[in-house]
């Protein structure tokens, strides 16, 4: 497909099929065998990476604030469905929309 995919292999590139292992470094690139001074020492930047009740934040930014300083009162107002004992705790994913956006 066009979009990048993790396996037990590691993460793959969808453009370049390039592998990287899961702490970022190069583990293969296809057609980089002949090219000079190809520095086989490439390793993806790493990012910030929070959970909030079961939603994924990933941050690219060094100077951005945490998570949780972002979020204001949505803890508190939330927790009565999102806490502890929240009503939503049994919650189940029942279907998936995927949505093709241009922009960066």
């Not at 990287?20 to 000079?36: I, Q, R």
Request: charged share 25%; with cysteine; proline share 7%.
């Amino acid at each position: 497909g066009s979009m990048g995919k993790g396996t037990k292999m590691g993460l793959v590139c969808p453009y370049h099929a390039w592998t990287y292992n899961f702490d970022g470094t190069l583990k293969w690139a296809p057609g980089m065998e002949m090219a000079e001074n190809f520095e086989e020492k490439i390793r993806m930047r790493p990012v910030r990476v929070e959970s909030f009740h079961g939603f994924v934040f990933v941050c690219v930014s060094d100077d951005a604030p945490a998570l949780r300083e972002t979020l204001g009162d949505l803890p508190q107002r939330h927790a009565p469905w999102f806490g502890p004992e929240g009503k939503a705790q049994g919650m189940v994913c029942v279907g998936r929309r995927e949505y093709t956006v241009d922009c960066n």
